[in-house]
Structure formats: structure tokens, C-alpha cells
């Protein structure tokens, strides 16, 4: 079974300070990797992929990860917090089930604070 | 605008009351998804339907049951509402292709008191 753990329940960073939000991956084969964003009250939104392409993903609002295998990690990285990130990061694998289903496994969320 | 969406955004209901909850997609997608997030906001898949036909049935009381009358829609109905079922409830879908993350409706706050 593919899984993900998450490092971190929560992160505090000052504003204008890198983040870092810490992702290791359980897979028998490559996985596909997702990282999701959670507002307070909100649902989720998709902040980027990894599917076997390039290593150094690219996500939205300035959000970047980088698949490494060998580490089996998945670390989300932003070069400057910014108020508006605080919220909750869901690292996720991704499974297909039989029958056509992508079978998405979460982890238990970090917290992101992001103080003045 | 394209999206996934729920009905209702909250529910308050008293237990042993039968609810449910509604989701639509306008994405054109063929599969769709139940998850439950709990107070510690941890999410879980409860089940997918492709096309109509049910395909992921996690561990889930009896009580629950979806239904899925065309690939726009799955709705998620729940018999004898207990205290423990007070959750937020995700509706989801993808196209049925592995890799693919999917897009998530806004969420229903379920409290049973």
C-alpha cells in the first residue's frame, strides 16, 4: 500500500522567510505526488503534481517541490512566506485502483503559520 | 464555471435523522469521490464511482450509502445519523486516468447533536 508522512503537524515562519513543509513517500513502484492546500473553512485546492516528468515541480502562488527516490521525499518549498499562505498542506499519494479510479491517500496535514 | 458542487454547505441534524447530501460535476469527468475529513482534519476515501459503477468501497457503516444516477452526479445518503459521523464530507472527480489529482467540491459541515 502507498503511503505519506508528513514531518511536521505544524510550521511557523515570519513573513518574507523561506518555508519548508517536510513529505516522505512509502511507493512499491514511482508514485504520483500532489500537494493540496486547505484554507480555514475551505476546501482543497490542487497546488501541484509530480508525475514522473521533470524532478523540480512547479506549483501555483510560488509553491515549488522536488521529488528526490532516493531520499523517498517529497518536500514543499516557497523562497518568501507571505500572510496569505497560512494554512493546512496535505502531502498525497496518488493510487489507480482496478475498475478506473485514482485513489488518492492523504496525509495528516501540516500547519502552516505565518507570522508578522 | 466549471466545477465540483455540494449541497448543502452545512447540516445540522439530530441523531437517528436520515440525511443527504448532493454533488454535481460539470468537468465532463468520469469518475467521482466521497471523502470524510474528521476534527483532527484528516481525510479518507469512503468511496469512487466510474461512470456509475461503484469501485471504491472503503470500510464504511452500512448506514452510508451513495448513489450515483448518471456520471455528473453522486450523492452520498445516510441512515440513523450518529454523533460520530459529524464530519466535513468532500465530494470529488477525475478523469478516470492514472496520475490524475482531482478537483474537490467546497465541502458540507455535517453536525449531529
Known amino acids: 500500500a502507498q503511503s505519506v508522512t508528513q514531518l511536521d503537524s505544524h510550521v511557523s515562519v515570519s513573513e518574507g522567510t523561506p518555508v519548508l513543509l517536510r513529505c516522505n513517500y512509502s511507493?512499491?513502484?514511482?508514485?504520483?505526488l500532489f500537494w493540496y492546500v486547505q484554507h480555514p473553512n475551505k476546501g482543497l485546492q490542487l497546488l501541484l503534481k509530480?508525475?514522473?516528468?521533470?524532478?523540480l515541480v512547479k506549483g501555483i502562488n510560488g509553491f515549488e517541490a522536488e521529488f528526490k527516490k532516493s531520499e523517498t521525499s517529497f518536500h514543499l518549498t516557497k523562497p518568501s512566506a507571505h500572510m496569505s499562505d497560512a494554512a493546512e498542506y496535505f502531502c498525497v499519494v496518488s493510487s489507480w485502483e482496478e475498475g478506473g479510479g485514482n485513489k488518492l491517500t492523504f496525509g495528516t496535514g501540516t500547519q502552516l503559520k505565518v507570522e508578522l | 464555471d466549471t466545477a465540483v458542487s455540494q449541497t448543502p454547505k452545512y447540516l445540522v441534524t439530530q441523531m437517528g435523522n436520515d440525511k443527504s447530501i448532493k454533488c454535481e460535476q460539470n468537468l465532463g469527468h468520469d469518475t467521482m469521490y466521497w471523502y470524510k475529513q474528521d476534527s483532527k482534519k484528516f481525510l479518507k476515501i469512503m468511496f469512487s464511482y466510474n461512470n456509475k459503477e461503484l469501485i471504491i468501497n472503503e470500510t464504511v457503516p452500512n448506514r452510508f450509502s451513495p448513489k450515483s444516477p448518471d456520471k455528473a452526479h453522486l450523492n452520498l445518503h445516510i441512515n440513523s445519523l450518529e454523533l460520530g459521523d459529524s464530519a466535513v464530507y468532500f465530494c470529488a472527480s477525475s478523469q478516470a486516468t492514472p496520475g490524475l489529482g482531482y478537483t474537490f467540491g467546497s465541502g458540507t459541515r455535517l453536525t449531529v447533536v
Open positions: 509530480y508525475t514522473s516528468a521533470a524532478t
Open positions: 511507493s512499491s513502484y514511482s508514485p504520483s
